[in-house]
């Protein structure tokens, strides 16, 4: 059997990038899946991963992807990482185009491109082997936070629906794993939440000794796949030290404090 091949959603920015680069570093062949072709490009001539430029909202572009996945060999793994936040407004006054956006993306569309690869996954299993659905959701899809609203219903959403596929593909040598990062310094999370504002996106950040790097979670991602075929990492729950919840974030050096 050549390399096994991996297809990574969201991969033209931030943690679904470094995914693309640890899989090939570690020999995988990969396809980058984003909207901003340019990018994917860029990622293209860099890692030699193949590309392929889709809106994951538009069932037409998912029915591309899966025709040309089906068309250009195996698939033995799929990460769903496309997905992003939009707003941090009150459940109240937050806009409901944010909250459409929202679930769209990292609901709907990881929901769509799961029915479609799927079929493509199994088919990779038939001779023996086995493979991986990997969502990236994130700690917003456990613990609530104020201003989350939109956001932390839709992780929720995707953290319940890795759930039930778990339940329904039980019998099958198909794993589902799910890696919920807390704070990740990437370049765009925050511009796109806070629509340009690079003043808005880099508040969060600030003072938080050693927020995660999108290749800390592209790290856990490869790992989690690379382990023996029969363990599964169901839900690997990833923050910065400093961070002990969504919202309890330690700004400053750390320091252990006196004995009490
Ligand atoms: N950064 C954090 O603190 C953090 C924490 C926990 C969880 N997460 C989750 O981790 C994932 C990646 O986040 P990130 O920080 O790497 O953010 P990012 O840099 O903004 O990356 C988001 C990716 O999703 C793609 N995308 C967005 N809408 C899309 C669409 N309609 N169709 C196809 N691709 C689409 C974007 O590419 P195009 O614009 O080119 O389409 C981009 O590559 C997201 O699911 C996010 O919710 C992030």
Do not use: C
């Not at 039980?170 to 806070?194: C, D, S, Y």
């Not at 999108?214 to 690997?236: G, M, Y």
């Amino acid at each position: 059997m050549g390399a096994k091949r991996v297809v990574v959603t969201g991969a033209s920015s931030g943690i679904g990038a470094a995914t693309v680069r640890r899989f090939r570093a570690n020999g995988w062949d990969v396809v980058g899946v984003a909207r901003r072709a340019d990018r994917l490009a860029a990622l293209a001539e860099e890692t030699g991963a193949a590309v392929f430029t889709a809106d994951l909202t538009s069932q037409t572009d998912v029915d591309g992807l899966r025709d040309y996945l089906a068309a250009s060999g195996p698939v033995h793994a799929l990460v769903n990482n496309a997905g992003g936040a939009m707003g941090l407004d009150s459940v109240e006054n937050s806009s409901i185009d944010d909250w459409a956006w929202m679930y769209e993306i990292n609901v709907l569309a990881v929901k769509r491109v799961i029915s479609a690869i799927l079929p493509l996954l199994r088919s990779s299993v038939q001779h023996g082997g086995s493979a991986d659905i990997v969502t990236v959701t994130s700690i917003a899809g456990h613990v609530a936070y104020l201003g989350g609203g939109g956001y932390n219903a839709a992780k929720f959403a995707a953290h319940a629906m890795m759930e039930v596929l778990r339940l329904e593909l039980n019998g099958e040598p198909i794993r589902v794993i799910e890696v919920a990062p807390g704070m990740v310094k990437t370049e765009e999370f925050g511009l796109v939440r806070f629509r340009g504002d690079a003043e808005k996106a880099a508040a969060p950040y600030e003072n938080v000794p050693d927020p995660l790097t999108a290749d800390d979670v592209a790290e856990t991602i490869v790992s989690s796949v690379e382990r023996p075929a029969h363990v599964n990492l169901d839900l690997v729950t990833i923050k910065p030290v400093a961070q002990a919840a969504p919202s309890r974030l330690a700004r400053g050096e750390l320091t252990v404090r006196a004995e009490a």
